[in-house]
């Protein structure tokens, strides 16, 4: 890899803003994604890389134990017959064996296809069909039984291997790693040498949100600049003596990207998939920075506030919450916060904000936001409580990470710059959008940009124009020193009966700040008015009952017309018009019987909102409004 110097440059085209930043590091074409696990063995080979849960607690993994592991899983591979180029499916919940066999899977010379745990028989069969995959990983019996029920419409898996035993001592991990005994290491190490930067690495697959899944197919070198790039303006996160617990699914690209700038920078890591214990899980592994979507910063906001009511400290928490947000407001000031505002927060600082990083762990400075808009009000929040949150853009698309607020470029309420060898480009703005300006399609030009979709050359050529520009599809804007702001979807965009504009993004994340709100989706396309329909969220409803003096254990479908639910959800409304004009405001809305869950189909593993499923199953409910 070579390295050169950041330089900004911004300009404007025609009617196009454009803002780029010089690539720091570029990878060479015999690079590939286990270069930095050999690496670290030759650098630092008693480091600690990972931390596995066993029984007896969180046990060490260093930089030599991780590659000697990955060399055995990996001859193990070989020794299954598994050829180079070979698509292998992973299903499992994030775990140390996840990280594992995904680099055992490069250096076999193959390609990983990640599968969410929670994927239903019909999306499990589609992934490993479509992919071809000749293999695949599932973490337990379940998930086995899912495979194996599909397996006569899949005629290319030849192997599928279970992580955990479901009885007796040894499981099929164990059972490969002996098969590859009879593989000598260097042949192994052939096959490694043999992946080139520009050879495929994985194929992920969106996660449906509009439709069938399809699969974008990324490079060692979409996925290594992007990482490469990245650490370096993200110090605070990524150095000696950081560690980190992951958490969300590392078959979403967010967390895929997080394990890789963890080996490469030799960040200790972690993997729990039991939200129940996160909690715990935190307290005892004792992050110094996490990576999560918004909803999850949303509950551990929401949670503490309804502790604090409960508990008859409102009056503390809420002054202390009103210390934070202009604290961290004060900090993108000349001259930072005064001496009185200073005052405040050492105080609420002992007596709340200490008490919201002791939950995490007591180290935790740090998170990384991605996924979704996170929205001011938090980030000012957080960061006044003493862990600034560094929130990105990307999609799978893109490797996944486009831009992120750096430690010393960061502006609250943007996603930060382009990152190093990233352009970004604001296409025609939208006419007639709203107060705030108008916006266009975000375009991406660089070496992150993926090599298009699987089986699926016509979806590739309108993602991907003829001057290698990736179309987002996401709506943004760029100021003056290339800070980039995302406010919606093209798809998303709601055009009234009037002609008007609407982003729903602004008003749903506005809504959602209120505790008793879940979630909402704003509609009101081709119709006379802006509405939406919201859903209770079912931790707050309890506490809401007995403030209300409702029966414990009350439904929210019974209660869908309560005066009182109705007036409460009136005001989160009241508040989220206010950042819109008098056209784009939410004149009705309807409370919904029950959330939108991973469950019922409404949320994507990544708890992104199925507008499309909304529409289907609530079109009762949105007929309603529209003939009352």
Known sequence: MSRGRIRPTAGYVARVHEFSVPQLVTVGDAANLTDPVW????????????????????QDVTCAQFRAEVVEVARGLVAAGLAPGARVGLMSKTRYEWTLLDYAIWVAGAVSVPIYETSSAEQVEWILKDSGAAACFVEAGTHRAIVAGVRDRLPDLVQLWQIEADAGPAGDLDRLRAAGASVEVATVEARRRAVRADDFATIIYTSGTTGRPKGCLLSHRNMYA?????IPGLHQLFHEGASTL??????????????LGAVQARVRMGHTADVASLLPDLQAFRPTFVLSVPRVF???????????????????????????????QALDRPGGPGAVLRLRHWLFDRLVFGKLRAALGGRCTAAISGGAPLGPRLAHFFRGTGVTIFEGYGLTETSPAVAVNLEH?????????????????IADPTPNFGPAGPDGEILIRGDLVFQGYWNNPAATAEA????????????????????LRITGRTK?????????????????????????????VVIGDQRPFIAALVTIDEDAFPAWLQAHGRPAGTKVADLRDDADLCADVQHAV?????????AEAIKVFRILPGDFTEANGVLTPSLKVKRDVVARNYADEISAIYRG
């Not at 992007?226 to 990245?230: E, K, M, W």
């Open 226 to 230: 992007d990482t490469a790039n990245a």
């Open 574 to 582: 009241d508040e989220a018009n206010r950042a819109v004009s008098r």
């Open 492 to 520: 998303e965009i709601i055009v009234t009966a009037a002609g008007k504009n609407v982003a729903p993004a602004v008003l749903e994340d506005r809504l959602r700040a209120n505790p008793l709100v879940s979630q909402c």
């Open 298 to 328: 949303e509950k551990v906001y929401n949670g503490a506030k309804q502790r604090a009511h409960a508990d008859g400290k409102g009056a503390i928490f809420d002054r202390a919450e009103q210390v934070a947000i202009a604290y961290s």
């Open 464 to 483: 991907i124009d003829a001057d290698g520009w990736f179309h987002s599809g996401d709506l943004g804007r760029l100021d003056d020193d290339g800070f």
């Open 39 to 58: 690496d670290n063995v030759e650098i630092a080979p008693d480091a600690v890389q990972f931390a596995r849960r066993t029984p007896a607690g969180w």
């Open 409 to 425: 470029h960061m502006r609250i309420g943007t996603v930060g710059r382009p990152l190093p060898g990233v352009t970004v480009r």
């Open 246 to 259: 992951l958490f969300l699914p590392l078959a979403h690209s967010f967390a895929r990207l997080i394990q």
